[in-house]
Structure formats: structure tokens, C-alpha cells
């Protein structure tokens, strides 16, 4: 099994800069995965000094890609494409400004087939500032290079 510090994040993603919205996989298993997010101000979600709302649902999408992508390439699999297929519940008490510390945890809730629902919490520094559940589907294009 690689480690998560062995591996970079264009093997687990399927997005390319600049459009890569997460810095590291903190931390991965079959349940859990916990990424982080130093906010920059020439991320393309930044507007106004703050990251949107679509740069924050883009976080929990490319940290459930994170999540994916390490498990299939640990048990020797590829990376696939996944899309957003569902997001509800979706509350979130602020923005976060340039210079902000995302970490975004993702809980899986059920897996059937090639659809995954997870819960996740992102938090600046223990802050609570988004929860949502979504749905991907993950599709059988593998990512490419």
C-alpha cells in the first residue's frame, strides 16, 4: 500500500491546475478522507477576496475524487472521472477570504454500484463554515494525462 505522501495529487485527481481545488490529502481510508485548501487569490473561484460557494462545493467533490482515486490506486486500479450527481443539505455560514485554511472532511454514507454519497464538513481552523451531502457518480472514462 503507497502512502499518502507518496503520492502526488495529479495521480489522484482528475483535474489539472488551474483548476485543482485542493493542496494535500491529509488523510484517507475506506470511511474517511480529509483534505486541505490554502485560499490564494489566483484561485479562479476567488471573487471579491473570498472563495465562492462553487469553489467550496468544487473542495468537497475533488476531495471525494481524492478518496476514490487513492483507494483505486492502492488496490491497482485507475483513476476514473466522477461527476457531481446530487447535492443536498447544503449549508453554509460563510466564505472564506485569501489566506484561509480549508480542511474538508468527507464521511462515506452508502456506496452502491459506482455511486458514492458522502457527508462533509469543512472547517477554518475548527470553524464549521459548510456541511452538504453529495452524490457522485463515477463514470468509466479513465483520467488521463
Known amino acids: 500500500m503507497r ?37 490564494r487569490e489566483d484561485n479562479i473561484f476567488v471573487e471579491d477576496e473570498r472563495l465562492t460557494s462553487s469553489g467550496l462545493i468544487e473542495n468537497i467533490a475533488q476531495t471525494c475524487a481524492a478518496r476514490i482515486g487513492y483507494l483505486n490506486l492502492n488496490a491497482g486500479s485507475t483513476v476514473k472521472i466522477g461527476v457531481i450527481g446530487a447535492i443536498s443539505n447544503l449549508e453554509i455560514s460563510r466564505t472564506p477570504k485569501v489566506g484561509e485554511k480549508l480542511e474538508t472532511t468527507i464521511e462515506l454514507i452508502s456506496e452502491v454500484m459506482q455511486m458514492t454519497l458522502v457527508e462533509a464538513v469543512t472547517r477554518i481552523n475548527g470553524e464549521e463554515i459548510v456541511r452538504a451531502n453529495m452524490k457522485i457518480a463515477l463514470t468509466d472514462i479513465e483520467s488521463k494525462d
Open 3 to 39: 502512502k499518502i505522501e507518496d503520492i502526488t495529487l495529479n495521480e489522484l485527481l482528475p483535474q489539472r491546475p488551474p483548476f485543482v481545488m485542493i493542496d494535500r490529502l491529509v488523510s484517507c481510508d475506506d470511511v474517511f478522507a480529509v483534505t486541505e485548501l490554502t485560499i
